[in-house]
């Protein structure tokens, strides 16, 4: 079954399945024709993070026409992952939606701190984590998301569009994880900004979402190359019309950009949609 593409300005929907992540399966399922919500919490993911997916389950009844925008669960965890084992004292994440990998990335930070293996929180009412956010439609529920799950305190979401906030960030701020999920033709300028400001602290993770793009950055594969040639997006033998912000082009340049630097090292996983963890050379 096939689905409408959201040609929502400035956004560009996950390609991953709610339940396993896995690209392509994700046209057997259309959210705006049931108004049952028929993705369970995955069992393989840890139960005691289920409460996270309230924000799942909203933003179902919601924004049913942009709810495959979402990670899944599963891409989610591994965000958690990432928190709990590398221990971020401050983190950003670029493109937030409705909160749900900002949630992810705050249980992760507020598993840390439970555990003293970060500093406790600023008196001064500091936020170890950043997001932005372009809508300020969202920016409103992401706070209220936040506020539901009491990790208010850990997050704090600024609008407005990505490559200005990121230029507004104060001399010398420096995150030890970084979380990019924006539109994906501003992915290369998010890139570049982050090294030339030295926003990335030392020994720190640049972590890229929809580095695959359904498969679509291969452009010498034939049928991926028709595709192209007709501007439309190749989904399990459908074609799909995108937006321009969405488009593989753009993700094609920013993994050529990012293989061709010399001034990093860089890991394409071929899961979910393609995630890219990139770091600073010594």
């Known amino acids: 079954m096939r689905h409408d593409v959201s040609t929502r300005d400035g956004y560009c929907w996950d390609h991953s399945t709610p339940n396993s992540g896995a690209p392509g399966a994700v046209t057997s399922v259309n959210p705006t024709e049931s108004d049952k919500y028929p993705f369970p919490f ?6 005691s993070l289920a409460h996270i997916d309230a924000i799942r389950v909203r933003a179902f009844k919601e924004q049913p026409d942009l709810f495959l925008m979402l990670i899944s669960p ?20 670029i493109g937030s939606f409705v909160g749900y990998s900002l949630a992810w990335l705050a249980e992760g930070y507020k598993r840390n701190l439970a555990q003293g293996m970060v500093p406790p929180l600023a008196a001064d009412g500091q936020h170890p984590i950043t997001s932005f956010e372009l809508d300020p439609m969202f920016v409103d529920i992401i706070n209220d998301n936040m506020q539901r799950g009491k990790l208010d305190r850990l997050a704090k979401v600024y609008q407005g569009p990505a490559q200005a906030s990121l230029e507004n960030l104060a001399p010398g701020t420096q995150y030890d994880l970084i ?15 982050i090294l030339r400001r030295k926003l990335l602290a030392p020994g720190g993770l640049i972590l890229c979402d929809n580095t695959l793009m359904f498969n679509q950055v ?5 049928p991926v190359k028709r595709a192209w040639d007709s501007d439309t997006l190749l989904v399990d033998g459908s074609q799909d019309q995108i937006s321009p912000d969405c488009s593989p082009h753009h993700i094609y340049q920013f993994n050529k950009h990012v293989a061709n630097d010399p001034r990093t090292e860089q890991l394409l996983l071929p899961i979910f949609d393609g995630l890219t963890i990139i770091r600073v050379k010594e």
């Open 42 to 47: 995955p069992n393989a993911v840890d139960p």
């Open 179 to 193: 979380f990019i999920d924006a539109d994906k033709s501003g992915y290369i300028s998010y890139y570049e900004t």
């Open 218 to 222: 291969h452009g010498q594969y034939p």
């Open 74 to 93: 599963t891409q989610g965890q591994a965000l958690y992952w990432f928190v709990t084992l590398f221990k971020p004292r401050a983190i950003l994440e």
